[in-house]
């Protein structure tokens, strides 16, 4: 069986628009984790952060996640925090390989600032902020990747012809 593609990575590192793009040119589906929960909820992510409480969202994702990864021949761009629920990784890398994407600090924080939609990167967030949280997550990133791409100095198709070759 053919495995799904499934993109992991921290907040601006470009899964949703790489993993659509992706998905276009493997002629597979694309899924979203973070557009399913919104989709499940009739809430935009910030809402349920704001109405609920992160823990809610993260037991939202975890729902979706089981459910996605069930799923064939799909390209699935999954939320940056997806990681730090063992559950998660255990689903996806059943039935997928995972590419983990990255990019620098600086570079995130200019992708995030041009959206304020990220509940955990608020507008005015700082660089050590995004160092910060970046630390804290690496080795889950790391943990759950079999490949790695960092997008710091690459267009969207660029990024998108490295995770072909990997494939
Ligand atoms: C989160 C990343 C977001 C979204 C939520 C939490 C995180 O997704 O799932 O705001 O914990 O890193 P993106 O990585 O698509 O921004």
Redesign the pocket.
Known sequence: MKKNVVLI?????G??SVGRRLAKILKMDFV???AE?EKLTGLT??QI?ARHG?KR?RSE?ELIVKKVARRQNCVI??????V?NPENVKNLKETGVIICLTAEPETILER?KRRN?????PRGSTVERVNE?MEQ?RAYYEAAADYTVDTTHLTREEVVKEILKLL
């Open positions: 990575g921290f907040m601006g590192t899964k949703s979203d984790t973070d929960i992510v910030a952060f992160e969202f994702e761009a999954t939320g940056g925090g997806v730090l995030v939609t990220r509940p955990l990167l949280l997550r």
